[in-house]
Every structure is written in C-alpha cells, then in structure tokens.
C-alpha cells in the first residue's frame, strides 16, 4: 500500500458499567484491539451487528474520545500521545459525520453559519472568504446559494445529511468518518446522498471509514470490508475477496440475511442463532463459538488469530486458505 493516510494500532476501549447498587460494575470491552491502514482516497467500511463497537471505533477514530489503548497515527505522528495543539490539528484533518443529521444541527442557526463555523473556529479567514468556502462546499453537495441563510427545519433528511457533509468537509479534511449516514434517510434519498460521498471521495481526495450495518451499502461503497464481532475484527480484507468468497462463519452468516450483497448466489440461508452475547461476559476462546454453524473443541478454548488467509485477514480455526467461500454445515435452504 501507499503511505496510509491513517493508521490505527490496536485500538481499544473499554467502559466500566454500573449493574446495579448491589452488584460491582462491570466493565465491557467496547473495541478490543482493532488495527488498519487506510489508503489515501479509499473507503475502509466497518460492518457488524448492533453493539459489535463500531460507533466506538468511529468515536476513537475522530478523537471525539480518546482511545483507550493503542495508537492513531496521522502522517507518522501518535496522536492518541500527541499535546493538545498536535490533537487541535488532527480534529481538523478526520470529520465525522453521524447518523442523524437533525441532531448534529443547531436548530437556531442558519445552515450558511453552521457550515462556516468550522473556519470561523479554526482558521483565520475573513467573513467574506468564509462565505465563498460555505458557497463553494454547497454546490459541492447540492445545495443551492439561497440555502446559506436558512435554517434545519426547512430541509428534508437528505438534505439535512448533505448540510452536515458539506460542514464536515469544508475544512478539507484528510479523512471523513462516517457513521451509519444514510441508514435515517428514506430508501428513495438513499442512494442519492451516497453517489454524492462516491462523487465528494473523487473531486476532493477524501479518505472514507465508513460505518454501515447494511451489506449492500457497503458493497457499494467500499475498497476494503471490515467485519467486527464483540469488538473484534474477524475478517478483513480486499471488498471483491469478501464479498465472493467470505471466510469466516460470521461474514457469510451476515451475507446470506443480505439478499442484494450476493444476487447471483443461491438462496441458501444461514441463519444466526441466538443473539449477540453479552459483552460483560464473552465466551471463552472465539467469540463467535455459541452461535457458529463449524464449531470445533478449540473454538471453545483458543482465540483464533487473525492472519491471512486467501488474501484477507480472518480469525477463524475453521477458515480454510483457498480459494473459494468457507463451506457451512448447516447451510440449509430457506423455506
Ligand atoms: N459510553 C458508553 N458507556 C458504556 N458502554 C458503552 C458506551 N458506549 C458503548 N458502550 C457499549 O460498548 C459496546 C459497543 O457499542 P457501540 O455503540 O460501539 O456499538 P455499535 O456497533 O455502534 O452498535 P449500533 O449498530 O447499535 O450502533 C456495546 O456493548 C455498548 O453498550
Ligand atoms: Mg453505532
């Protein structure tokens, strides 16, 4: 790979959780070492069930919270180490953008001043020359120069999502951190805003994390798939060595309750049993052993590595270095 624009090193957090007056807190291991290179202009998408660490990752990646353990380097520097100034600086170069665009606007300001506001906070610019940016930024995202003195509640939901894109990119940020951005937006919006991040990523050079629980978004979207478990990567890789022949039980798993990730395939369905387990108290070994269609005895005691396999990283005894899916015993077809 190229110089990555952003590398993470074992990233972690953890949060202690109160339980109740009677019981001592529990602590729950939110992202439990994490690692990537991302490429300049390249989306990296995170995939995983609700409660798999991602909006924790998200949060680490953007420094909205420092990351517990690990390292962030930004062009060769730590910043998870880095003073105040270094951090004030790197805030700049990695936006992020939420799920809920209504939330991130101040309802009481007009969408010119809320794009602005970055500039106004970080650089020196003249009013007049910020309002040329926030010009600029929104023709860039669709909007038009009558937009700039309105406020949120005149917009629709795409609108409102490409309000708050425009803001985060308009300090030119390396990286744009996006967590879950289309998932609140009406199927018909959809995919409008996200040809609009395709069309952002080329005329600007932006890098993308792009956090998404839908399959099919993120087929669209990415350069590379990572799939996290109780805040684990368990597979990770190139998004055409995923999407063609993913090898670990809980890629396919996700697949296969995807129809559109996978329509030539056939309708064979594997069905995840049981829920997510409590991340108070993971099992012991893989993580993915009560629910998995290949567990063997070692499952249950040996954490799996993640290591290359077939030319993609994956934690798995049961992932075998060919080419080809890993096959599920239980593949059965759906009724
Ligand atoms: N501030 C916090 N305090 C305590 N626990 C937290 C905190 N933030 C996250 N967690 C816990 O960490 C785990 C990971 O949560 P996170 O929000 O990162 O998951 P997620 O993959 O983004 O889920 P979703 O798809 O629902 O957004 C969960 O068990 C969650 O309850
Ligand atoms: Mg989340």
Not at 76 to 81: I, L, N, P
Not at 185 to 205: F, H, I, K
Request: net charge positive; with cysteine; hydrophobic share 45%.
């Amino acid at each position: 790979m190229t110089q990555p624009v952003l590398e993470a090193v074992n990233l972690a957090q953890s949060y202690e959780v109160s339980r109740g007056f009677l019981s001592a807190p529990a602590t729950v291991k939110a992202v439990a070492g994490i690692s990537f290179r991302l490429a300049p202009r390249s989306t990296l998408a995170v995939v995983g069930e609700s409660g798999s660490g991602k909006s924790t990752l998200a949060r680490m990646l953007t420094m909205i919270e420092a990351p517990g353990a690990g390292s962030l380097f930004l062009n060769g520097v730590d910043v998870a180490e880095a003073d105040a100034a270094t951090r004030r600086r790197y805030r700049g170069e990695v936006q992020m953008v939420f799920q809920n665009p209504y939330g991130s606007l101040n309802p009481r300001q007009t969408i010119g001043a809320a794009i602005e506001e970055p500039l106004l906070v970080n650089t020196p610019l003249p009013a007049a020359e910020r309002r040329a940016r926030a010009l600029d930024m929104m023709a860039r995202v669709g909007l038009r120069p009558e937009h700039h003195g309105r406020y949120p509640h005149m917009f629709s939901g795409g609108q409102r999502q490409r309000i708050a894109i425009a803001r985060a990119l308009v300090l030119k940020p390396k990286i744009l951190v996006l967590d879950e951005p289309v998932s609140a937006l009406d199927v018909s919006v959809r995919a409008q805003v996200l040809n609009l991040l395709v069309e952002l990523q080329e005329g600007l050079g932006v890098a993308y994390v792009f956090v998404s629980h839908d399959l099919g978004v993120v087929r669209h979207m990415a350069d590379e798939v990572m799939v996290m478990y109780l805040g684990r990567a368990v597979e990770h890789g190139p998004r055409d060595a995923i999407f063609s022949a993913a090898k670990h039980p809980y890629t396919r798993a996700l697949m296969s309750a995807t129809p559109m990730a996978d329509p030539g395939a056939k309708k064979d369905r594997i069905v995840l049993e049981g829920e997510l387990p409590s991340p108070f108290n993971p099992p012991t070994g893989c993580p993915f052993n009560p629910r998995c269609p290949l567990v063997m005895a070692r499952c249950r005691s040996e954490m799996p590595p993640l290591e290359t396999k077939a030319g993609r990283l994956v934690a798995c005894w049961a992932a075998q270095d060919t080419p080809g899916p890993t096959p599920m015993r239980r593949e059965a077809a759906a009724a």
